[in-house]
């Protein structure tokens, strides 16, 4: 087993992996792999009143399609929406009084999200 470290977020590598034995050759295994996006972090909401809120957060390093942004209220009822992928922040809108709100934001790129 080896760990190849410094990779970046949703990056598609080519890999060769040649067998050794000695100083003997073994024939080249090509792979091809991806790696994960990363996720937004430091995910906030401010500007907060009645029925809305702004939500933000800290872009990620990935190339990516857009972010996805869903909340759920305490009774179930959930929303989400497609924000750019050039934008960190959004304003969630139909929001009910003195209700709380789980709020979750990922990053999507093709199928991987």
Known sequence: RYDITGLHPGTEY???VVPMRGTLEGKP???NGRTEIDSPTNVV?????EDTATVSWKPVQAVIDKYVVRYTS????TKEMAVHK????????GLKPGE???VYV?????NQG
């Open 29 to 31: 295994i090509l792979l």
């Open 45 to 49: 909401t401010d500007r907060v009143t």
């Open 14 to 16: 080519k890999i060769t």
């Open 106 to 110: 990922w990053a999507e790129r093709g």
């Open 100 to 102: 709380a709100y789980k």
């Open 86 to 93: 050039d934008e960190s922040s959004t304003v969630l809108t």
């Open 74 to 77: 305490a009774d179930g009822d």
